[in-house]
């Protein structure tokens, strides 16, 4: 059984920019500098965290996550810092849940004790494979000893951890993906992501890819190892409450639940997004995405929000879509109801969501809206076709 979503709640996502270096796959905001100035930084942070709370303080904190970029490469002192202020201005229960990203090596797994000190209490670490040629290719700065090492000592700090894997790489067959999640099962915890490598624009892999230098898995075998995934990983106790992350009951991150489920999030540093609700609109919240302009900003105004705007009906409706359909819970009416006003049936194209229920990629009932396996494999479609 998946584990049962919570419902909306408020989260804090902190940016860390920087990494040692630039993995080919990623296009997320990181970026590679010879030299930080860690004092500036964490000024800086806790500037915009101030800025924010003039709005919001007071509100109950469910999560507080640190993303990046490499987080774990902040000096525990400033980690620590942040967690302070954040207490400051926002209540955190006795479960709050305070994530933070690291790489699985020797010299990170190092500040493990000392990030635990500071308040963290649960740790993602981004294995991405267990195959050394694999790690190789995706530009990873381990190997599969040094990630396993570092699971250990993750497991001695963190009651609660995770880690990434990446499949659908070149060569990856189905055997070979099998033997490696097995391996995986023998040392994760509670919670485990997997993704599908695909080629993102301005990547290096996406020049690499256009040069012929490597081939893509074709979309059958994808598929195929998309359903062995999901087999093996509920047959392990670990079943899919998201697409690409599977938990135990009660295990699953609740920081991205905040996402999936329509919560408000602050997002604070270079880049980063939020979402706040007030008087009854929904507003989207885009912070400077360089990292030095986001500083000399913050510097200058006490924050660096590039963008601040109320969402309408229909980008409130499809962004719903777009991240509740993601969960195997899907979308329960009240909260469809609560956001929108509406019905689901009222709102979505008749037809359309006949057809995706008729075919097997969508089910509706008094619960509320929810993919299928089927759906979920193919969710872009089905988010075409709701989308009317």
Not at 129 to 155: K, M, P, T, Y
Not at 258 to 282: F, K, N, S
Not at 365 to 383: F, I
Request: aromatic content about 8%; hydrophobic content about 40%; overall charge negative.
């Amino acid at each position: 059984m998946a584990d049962a979503p919570r419902d909306g709640g408020f989260g804090i996502y902190l940016h860390w920019p920087f990494c040692r270096s630039k993995c080919p796959y990623c296009d997320f905001n990181s970026h590679v500098r010879e030299q930080i100035d860690q004092a500036r930084w964490c000024r800086a942070l806790l500037a915009e965290l101030d800025h924010y709370a003039s709005s919001t303080a007071g509100r109950p904190l469910d999560s507080i996550f640190f993303g990046g970029g490499t987080p774990s490469l902040m000096p525990p002192s400033t980690v620590a810092a942040l967690l302070e202020h954040v207490a400051r201005h926002w209540p955190l229960g006795q479960d709050v849940e305070i994530t933070l990203e690291a790489n699985p090596t020797s010299v990170e797994a190092a500040n493990f004790a000392a990030l635990a000190a500071a308040g963290v209490n649960r740790i993602s670490l981004g294995v991405q494979s267990l195959d050394d040629s694999a790690l190789r290719f995706l530009g990873r700065g381990h190997d599969a000893a040094e990630a396993l090492a570092a699971l250990e000592v993750a497991r001695g700090h963190f009651r609660r951890f995770s880690f990434d894997l990446i499949y659908a790489r070149p060569g990856q067959t189905a055997r070979s993906w099998l033997a490696e999640l097995d391996r995986a099962l023998d040392f994760a915890g509670e919670l485990l992501s997997v993704y599908q490598l695909t080629i993102e624009a301005n990547t290096a892999f996406e020049g690499a890819h256009r040069r012929g230098e490597f081939a893509m898995p074709g979309e059958e075998t994808g598929a195929e190892l998309f359903e062995i995934t999901q087999a093996r990983l509920e047959e392990a106790g670990l079943p899919a409450y998201e697409i690409s992350n599977h938990a135990r009951l009660g295990a699953a991150c609740r920081h991205n639940l905040v996402y999936w489920q329509g919560g408000d999030y602050l997002g604070i540093g270079p880049g980063a997004h939020g979402r706040l609700t007030e008087g009854g609109r929904r507003f989207a919240t885009r912070q400077h995405r360089a990292p030095e302009a986001w500083l000399a900003e913050v510097e200058a105004n006490g924050h660096a929000t590039r963008e601040r705007r109320a969402l309408t009906p229909l980008e409130r409706q499809e962004e719903l879509l777009l991240m509740g359909l993601r969960l195997t819970a899907g979308i329960a009416r009240a909260r469809f109801r609560q956001a929108l006003g509406r019905e689901i049936e009222e709102a979505l194209p008749p037809e359309r969501l006949a057809g995706l229920v008729a075919g097997g990629f969508v089910e509706l009932d008094e619960q509320g809206l929810r993919a299928t396996p089927a759906g979920r494999q193919r969710l872009n479609a089905v988010l075409e076709a709701l989308a009317g």
